[in-house]
């Protein structure tokens, strides 16, 4: 429970403090470090720890407990920078390596009941999968980290108390006041708060307070998946400054709540495309702090909807009331909140405008910190959504920079191209236009506007007459630059289109829905690339160092190999699985913080229970129960991967209620099957007398390798390719199996 509550909090301040990318790596350095603490018991010969190897339990779990209070001690110790990251990785690495070595300790003074020590273990991450989103939104990431802390600090004090025979007063006297130090420090720093995380220089947050003395952050909360940060003290227009993850902004204005303040607005750039409408009925998608809801009441819309997914930036913005001109309680507002997609499914009404205006955290996800920006706002599934909710002259309104533009009319083309539209009559419904010419990759604000029906003719150039400056990329009625020239012309298609620009320019689709990921020829970026290398590099490292190990055994080496080779198939096929399944379910729940609550928590539960359901076969018959177990997880999860979209379509405008039970249904088979190969294997390990501690080590390494494969695999060919490969290294697991002696 602790090492994934840490591993999950873990993300989420790397997020906020150095940048999403690097919060993978985190999840990396944790799977490293559970298969490292096996390694490390193996490499401390643990043939002369064998009546000590239960006793050491207590001093591992204590130590992880100290581990942890010392990481957060440190890490907050100084500013936080990319350019220390090997720093924090390595000092994250100790607390998850006293934890594997824990467990592998466990797992070896216990073999024989490795099934209900798989259970319990499995059944505490879960249980730390509840108390994420409790702890992260009551006590803060900080003090989150602290009370954590206590977790294992129990552990040890437990150790003590169940050993055989009791251990000394004294030790179990340390224990416990270790448990107390650690309630009391988190309980003080959730009162006084001094243990703070540091200024992060790169954060965008801490520039802004930086150019003014009397700014100031007015607001700081996390929850499962963000921080948010307001800062005031601004002495233009603006009451404060909103900060996701301290970098992504959203502004709340100084408003009286009256219509005629809201007049000057219509002389903004971003008021151009309510000029196409006249009173509109507007939905806007990621409000934030309200810009869009303002300019929608500046246009006298005659209704307008409010979508907000996160519930700490509406907080914020209802807490300013009169000074933002409770814009939220506004006549004519209606304020929902709930993630964009799931709204638009469940949703009947049809609007004149949809508009996104800069949607996106630039943080990562709650599921594991494993996303490269993932976003399915800007899928084509959702294009197709967005249009469809449209009125005949309904506008969807997306608001972002230059580059995001050929992604939106890739989108565009994919979607109307499949209803019968030619390429013209697909330009005479698209407008896009920046504000003004950008030098390069400069950001720009942009509108890319998509229309049920032609824009009239003339009528963009008329309204755009005002604003000479403006760039025009394409404009119905008007040239149009290169490639949409090209493209709306029919002189050539979508993979002509992209071979004419410097970025991948195909659609997206809600199975690979990284919007994000430019970068040719595969949508890696090259500092992920170098990024993904470095725990592969440990990984490999490791592996070498496993295969020693095992040729310096005096045990049969066939079986040593082949058990590794077990092993390691499993490693890499739980975790690909893992994060394809809970990627794809994510969708359907429509929520990052069900992603943890619902989806890893039904994983991870229905695995424990599988575990302890294998506890039934006989020791003779393990080998047998896998050739069974093993082929049977390929075809169920290969069943899944064929049902889910078919649940989502049928499922998703469904009440929550619903969602989760299809969601916990479709698991609970695969779940149950998942949470047997493990245990089964380690007491067939035991059996022939192989090492627990280093069968626990490559399963902890190579879980490295497959969630950078589950990465790699859903940024280039999607979460399907990633799920089919997990199916295969299940299958790939018989061959070793089939190498084990028929009897132990």
Known sequence: SAGLLFEIVLTRIFSATIWYHFTFIAVSVALFGWGMGGLFVELAHLSKWKRLGAAMLPLCSGLFGVSLLAFLLLFVSAPCEPQKLGLYFAMALVPFLLAGMSLSLAFDSYAADANRLYFADLLGAAIGTLLVPCLLGILGAETTVLATAVLPALACFLFLLSGKPPAALWPRLVS???????????????????????????KALYN???????RAIVFDRWNAYSRISAVGGFKDSRLARMFIDSDAWTDVSKWDGKYESTVPLKNQFRFVPFLFHEKPRVLVIGPGGGPDVLLAIAAQSSRITAVEMNPLVIEYVKSCGAQAGNIYDYPGVELVQEEGRNFMSRSHEKFDMIILGFVDSWASVASGGLSLTENYLYTSEAFTGYYDHLSETGTLVIIRWPVDVP???????????????????????????????PHKEEPVQTFFMLRKSAFPEGLAERLLKPYPDCHRIHVPGLASISPYAELFSGQVGLAGFEDRLTSKANPVTDDMPFYFAREKPYGMPAFMTKLLSIPLGLAAAAMVVVIMLAISRKANRVHAFSSIVYFSMLGIGFILVEIALIHKFILLLGHPIYAICVLLFAMLLWCSIGSLLSRKVSTERVRRALLVVLPVVAVVLAGTMLAVPFAIEKSMSSAIAVRIAVAVSMLTPIGLLMGMPFPLGVRYVRNIGGSVPLMWGVNGIMSVVGSVAAMVLAVVFGFNCALVVGCLFYLLAILPVIAWKAKV
């Open 407 to 437: 992604r939106c009319v890739a989108n565009t083309f994919n979607i109307l191209s499949a209803r019968g539209l030619k390429p013209a009559e697909i330009g005479s419904r698209v407008l896009a236009v920046a504000e003004w010419a």
């Open 208 to 214: 802004v307070l930086d150019e003014d003395p009397a």
């Open 176 to 202: 416990l006041l270790l448990v107390v130090g650690l309630t009391v420090f988190a309980a003080l720093n959730l009162s006084n708060g001094f243990v703070r995380i540091g200024r992060a220089p790169t």
